[in-house]
């Protein structure tokens, strides 16, 4: 996996390292948008955090200090972000069923489902 370094932050888990990479993927294929991810390089640590989304990128690379010769980061072609799920419609809560009376020992299992 070939990536760009474009910078540094504080690793986001806290665990103490105060220059975890913000990275960019660069062999993305079919012409996808590649979006930045942050690696913390920390003793004990190793965490890889992915944006998803364009506002996750912008999010995350406002935080960053770049990186000495670093390039500017490409933003993402027009068109390659996904729409927004849209929601489905609150559920009403159902009460949970009334449980079956057991008929002695074996109820549970041999009753067939009567009281």
């Given at each position: ?78 068109g390659?972000?996904k ?22 020992l ?10």
């Open positions: 996996m070939a990536s760009k370094l474009l910078g540094r932050v504080p690793c986001p888990v806290k665990c103490g390292h105060d220059a975890a990479f913000v990275k960019i993927k660069t062999d993305k294929e079919g012409g996808k948008a590649a979006y930045p991810y942050v690696h913390c390089p920390g003793h004990n640590c190793g965490i890889q955090l992915h944006t998803r989304t364009q506002e996750q990128a912008q999010h995350l690379l406002a935080m960053t200090r770049p990186e000495k010769g670093a390039p500017d980061v490409p933003a993402a072609p027009p390659d972000e729409p927004e799920p849209v929601l489905a419609p609150a559920q009403t809560e159902k009460s949970p069923p009334m449980p079956v009376k057991s008929a002695g074996f109820g549970g299992l041999f009753a067939g489902g009567q009281p």
